[in-house]
């Protein structure tokens, strides 16, 4: 089971790197900075190199923040290992059905959601920390996009005061300051999101013997951490799936030109880098699509989609719910098959 765990861990972290990717680099490819190519080939390279390089708050927060660790892990390690699983099955089925229907949703929020469905289907409601989901999960998924717009709107009413001053002389400057804000926030993209999938295969493998919260979870068999695995799942997912969202995020929402895909990058680092450091497992896609919303309100609101921004939200707000019923369905499944 163990070894089955960290397999659906890595397609988990696959089709998140798939669902999630395009919208990294959306901006600056229907900006035409970049062409989409070269684009989601940074962003890869730059997801697996922050999984690699920078921090380990967030997948704490993974194991010790969600569910009850002990309550999971008092079941054994069949009990542990089908949590595990049956977390990344559930997420994954949501993650799929809003990837073909081109819906920026939270790929995070899903995997979160699915884990407090499997926990309670298996542990009871009181095996959910429901302070800290409520601190670091819904308050945190409601402030992140909201502070990725606010920044977004102050951000470039700021540029474009600077620009009027003749401050900045040459677009050139910018579309380069864009292509390096796409690589840093691939960095911290790969980082936040490596952590989530590797703290869930941590809860899996503890009552194995396979690691601890606080050393990465290097396995027996595995002679680099699995967080760094992880990150190159979501690389080759962002690399051969990532141009589903980009459409979605990068033109339906609102036209992006060069100032825009800047300005949105930089705010959306900004707030996702913060919650890297303080252990938030949001969103990236709410925030950069926040970002996006906030550049296209203070340039000219009535551009922006609408009906394409009704969608996304809806799909924001079902995302917990949906999730948390699906793999609590999945996991009394797995409980009735012998393995």
Known sequence: MLVLTVIIGLATAYVNGMHDGG???????????MKPRSAILLAGLACLMGSVLLGSAVQTTMVNGIVNSGAILAGGGKQAALFAVSAFLGSMVWNLITWAGRLPSSASHSLIGSMIGCSMAVCGMDSVIWSSVMLRVVAAMILSPLTGFALGFLLLKLQNRILRRGTIVWTQRVRALDIVSTFLLALSYGSNEAQKVAGVICLGALASGGGSPSDSLTLPYLPVSITSLCGLALAIGAMTGGFNMMRTVGRDIVKIN???????????ILVVEIANAAGLPISSTQVITGSVMGVGTED???????????????????????AGLTGAVVIRLMILIPV
């Open 23 to 33: 919208t990294i680099v959306a901006t600056t490819v229907t900006s035409r900075i």
């Open 300 to 322: 000219r609101p009535r551009s922006m989609n609408w009906e394409i921004l009704y969608k996304i939200l809806a799909a924001w707000i079902l995302t917990l719910p949906a």
């Open 258 to 268: 060069t100032d825009r895909a800047f300005v949105s990058q930089l705010s959306s």
